[in-house]
């Protein structure tokens, strides 16, 4: 059992930058695939940036690319990312996921198919 504690939501003007943490406690002895996600009010959860269980490969949607960097300190058990040049677009929940039973981020962020998620920390860019 893994639990995940998201933090460094906040409200940013747009062109600002901000670094979400997502902590891990409880079962962190095996390597977690991670993954950052969003939800904006009424539309779909989006897979935004995933990393492997080796943290050698990463994958990123199309709208964060060259923005956002997802990154991993094993040693302290926190997935982090960095999003600079923010938009409005950008405003949603974001949530945290692990998982330990694949190995490519990309079926990971493309399918949501993790085992455990956090429970959120909220960006806001006002427009």
């Known amino acids: 059992q893994v639990t995940l504690v998201e933090s460094g939501g906040a409200l940013v003007q747009a062109g600002g930058s901000l670094r979400l943490s997502c902590t891990a406690s409880?079962?962190?002895?095996?390597?977690?695939?991670m993954g950052w996600f969003r939800q904006a009010p009424g539309k779909e959860r989006e897979g935004v940036s995933c990393?492997?269980?080796?943290?050698?490969?990463?994958h990123y949607a199309d709208s964060v690319k060259g923005r956002f960097t997802i990154s991993r300190d094993n040693a302290k058990n926190t997935l982090y990312l960095q999003m600079n040049s923010l938009k409005p677009e950008d405003t949603a929940m974001y949530y945290c996921?692990?998982?330990?039973?694949?190995?490519?981020?990309?079926?990971?962020?493309?399918?949501?198919?993790?085992?455990?998620w956090g429970q959120g920390t909220q960006v806001t860019v006002p427009s």
């Open positions: 996921a692990a998982d330990d039973r694949f190995m490519n981020a990309t079926y990971y962020c493309t399918t949501g198919n993790f085992g455990y």
């Open positions: 409880g079962s962190t002895d095996d390597e977690y695939a």
């Open positions: 990393i492997s269980r080796s943290g050698y490969t990463t």
